[in-house]
């Protein structure tokens, strides 16, 4: 739950989180961390962002707030929705899309950056706002998404693999085409999220539990061959020791990594055609 994240910087969160609760009298469900400390990419320019899932239907917490974490004197920023909101988004996705991956059927496999970008930001924000909190290495309040899962199982239709993967490959899908493929030049983060959401997704389609979080920990359980390891370690260390803001850092467009970025994103495509649409995200305690 902390690895990779200082444990004096993950007290001082949960002490926020804490006050939080107490200030608001809502009752937190889960918490984790975004961007780059969920899967282990930070650096020193990394930004801290937590998604907050509140219990209840009260649409006064559906806000972003920035808050300072005090003796560290770093900004924060909370996004924050009540579970009613995420359970809502998410059975009417369900009863709107029946075929997966979605984005192959509202784009017809044609690269139209406009239209591929409206799929991004597609109406969805509130399921995948769960699901980047539950994907996330860094999670406060585990136990009460657990123990509300048992007293309403309503919220095990948010968390359903199938949609859980077309989350993950809509966001590759999106960042080979966009950012990627035919590029001179490509942002770092963007093939190193890449290769995690389609790592995550292989994951999930093989184990059906939560991925491993973490970058390096996660290409290393994988049955990759050995340049594409080496090329993503160097990038990783690369990705590491970056001292510029993410969208400066750049590096030359890499034809062995586009190819096979296609061809895991046309394997798991056809597997996600074909897929129990009714499994659901299983969790270990403390993860």
Not at 113 to 130: T, V, Y
Request: charge should be neutral.
């Amino acid at each position: 739950m902390k690895k990779g994240m200082d444990e004096y910087l993950f007290n001082q969160i949960l002490d926020l989180l804490i006050d939080m609760e107490s200030e608001s009298s809502k009752k937190i469900l889960v918490a984790g961390m975004g961007g780059s400390y969920s899967l282990g990419l930070q650096n020193i320019t990394s930004d801290l962002d937590l998604f907050v899932v509140f219990q209840g239907d009260d649409l006064s917490y559906a806000h972003t707030i920035t808050k300072e974490i005090s003796d560290e004197k770093r900004k924060i920023d909370l996004m924050c929705l009540p579970i009613s909101l995420i359970i809502e988004n998410a059975e009417l996705w369900i009863k709107e899309n029946r075929r997966y991956p979605t984005v192959y059927y509202k784009t017809s496999h044609k690269r139209n950056e406009e239209r591929l970008k409206k799929d991004i930001e597609r109406e969805d924000f509130a399921r995948a706002f769960l699901f980047r909190t539950l994907l996330s290495g860094r999670i406060w309040y585990m136990q009460n998404f657990m123990a509300y899962r048992q007293d309403d199982n309503t919220v095990d239709h948010a968390i359903r693999i199938i949609d859980i993967c077309d989350y993950l490959f809509t966001r590759a899908y999106g960042n080979y085409n966009e950012f990627i493929v035919d590029k001179e030049f490509v942002p770092l983060r963007k093939y190193l999220y890449t290769m995690h959401e389609i790592c995550s997704i292989k994951w999930l389609l093989k184990y059906e539990t939560k991925p491993e979080p973490d970058f390096y920990k996660l290409i290393g359980l994988q049955s990759l061959d050995s340049e594409i390891t080496e090329v993503f370690k160097q990038w990783y260390f690369m990705n590491r020791d970056c001292k510029i803001q993410k969208n400066k850092a750049i590096v030359s467009g890499n034809l062995l990594i586009n190819k096979f970025f296609y061809r895991e994103l046309v394997n798991i495509g056809n597997q996600m055609e074909n897929i129990n649409k009714e499994k659901i995200l299983q969790f270990e305690i403390g993860k």
